[in-house]
């Protein structure tokens, strides 16, 4: 069974940093790209970025409104990958979700809550 | 950047009557693969967004064949032959032939 598992959300004040974490399980990590969606409170859904799997170069792609502020990385040796979010703002507010990402999210987290705010 | 345009954006349905969402997007989904790259995901009350379908038509494992979708190049229609109270949610079509990747502004079913 697929699991897609994100941790290290929390309340964090404008311009500070934090770092995401999503564990993968049930599949073969390395061989999937992975994306990050958010969703901020009572709004629509929005793509933060993906990383390829190594195969592809494991490179990453963003979206315009985190771009140069966020970094996606993974870690194939333990099925884990990252969002980190640097210089957050208060419009970063949202849930964020880990997707398996095969050219469309098939598999979901629960979601992590981040809360920018003074 | 390509714009998905849903509608409507609400609907209330008795259950066992159809249901229809439509989404548009600004440019062609088509892709010179021949693969269409629109999808469709139901968020439900309180739960993470869970695929439907993929690439226009297909249902994705474990959806019921009450769930059917269509269309081609730009407007797509999401269909559920009879609704059901497990049915509510808000139902958002995406697109991922280019990046950045997409989404509706979702539509809300809610059973009368």
């Known amino acids: 069974e697929v699991q897609l598992v994100e941790s290290g959300g929390g309340l964090v004040q404008p311009g500070r940093s934090l770092r995401l974490s999503c564990t993968a399980s049930?599949?073969?990590?390395?061989?999937?790209?992975m994306s990050w969606v958010r969703q901020a409170p009572g709004k629509g859904l929005e793509w933060v970025g993906f990383?390829?799997?190594?195969?592809?170069?494991?490179?990453?792609e963003y979206a315009a409104s985190v771009k140069g502020r966020f970094t996606i990385s993974r870690d194939d040796s333990k099925s884990i990958a990252y969002l980190q979010m640097n210089s957050l703002k208060t419009e970063d507010t949202a849930v964020y979700y880990c997707?398996?990402?095969?050219?469309?999210?098939?598999?979901w987290g629960q979601g992590t809550l981040v809360t920018v705010s003074s | 950047d390509i714009v998905m345009t849903q509608t409507p954006l609400s609907l209330s349905v008795t259950p066992g009557q159809p249901a229809s969402i439509s989404c548009k997007s600004s440019?062609?989904?088509?892709?010179?693969?021949?693969?269409?790259?629109l999808y469709w995901y139901l968020q439900k009350p309180g739960q993470s967004p869970q695929l439907l379908i993929y690439?226009?038509?297909n249902r994705f494992s474990g959806v019921p064949d009450r769930f059917s979708g269509s269309g081609s190049g730009t407007d797509f229609t999401l269909k559920i032959s009879r609704v059901e109270a497990e049915d509510v949610g808000v139902y958002y079509c995406?697109?991922?032939?280019?990046?950045?990747?997409?989404f509706g502004q979702g539509t809300k079913l809610e059973i009368k």
């Open positions: 690439e226009v038509s």
């Open positions: 995406m697109q991922s032939i280019q990046l950045p990747v997409t």
């Open positions: 990383i390829r799997s190594k195969a592809y170069g494991g490179t990453t």
């Open positions: 997707t398996r990402d095969y050219s469309h999210f098939d598999y």
């Open positions: 440019q062609s989904l088509l892709h010179s693969d021949g693969k269409t790259y």
């Open positions: 049930g599949f073969t990590f390395g061989d999937y790209a």
